[in-house]
């Protein structure tokens, strides 16, 4: 593991999966300095994939960061878990069963066109996808007792966006990636599409074409997601000290990291090039 900054590792790779929440974003815009730094990046002739775990498909994360200041051709596509989800959902849920889909900012892209018909009450559902967390106003009780219903009727899940913790501006709460731990936990059945999950992985390396692992940066705040997720892909790491665990001691979250196996290779004060 090295300490070192973007700048100086930039040279040794042809391709990049960079998270996009805690390294290029806040939870309320984007960092100053990340716009440019993508924009530099991509005019060193570099392939570049922002690797999310986003429940909402490509375009609308791409429309996001069009809207935050970020450049549309200095990158090649935002791979969400929402989109690589979107194929898996096309092959396995039959057209016509009822879906409770839960995503933030009343998204249904994940659904848009897969003749699947909404519902209200997870109660009642077919299958449920939890793509997103209304964290910041619901709370974990609350969630308990909106799913117990499907729990009993022996529901599946999707979960779309693995994320424990999400950034919002008024600071971190719970991620959709707990709200389907607590529906797993209560006896239900989930499906776990991102980051670290191999799917998404298998995904970015076809749409990279055959570049040499070896040859590519995972760069993400999260050990537990953009670390461990990129290490088990076989590609190098970097773990940048914004995002979700930027208030800690540094070696508070390296002891996390060895704990769940995902040391980074590099450790990046920020995203900056």
Known sequence: MKHTTLVAIAPLFDAFLIDQFGVLLTGDGAYPSAPMALRRL????????????????????AARLTRLGFDRDSYQMVLSSGEAAYAVLADRVPTGHKVWLHARDNDQSAIDGLGLIPADDPGVADVLIIAGSQGDTTTLDQYRAILAPAVARGVPAYCTNPDMQMLTSAGQSFGAGRIAQLYESLGGKVDWIGKPFPLIYQVANRILGGVDPSRVLCIGDSPAHDIKGGRDAGFATALVRTGIHAGEPEEQVLDHCRLIGAMPDFVLPHFDL
């Open 42 to 61: 991509a005019a060193m002739d570099k392939k570049i994939l922002l690797l999310s775990n986003s429940g909402k498909r490509s375009e609308p994360n």
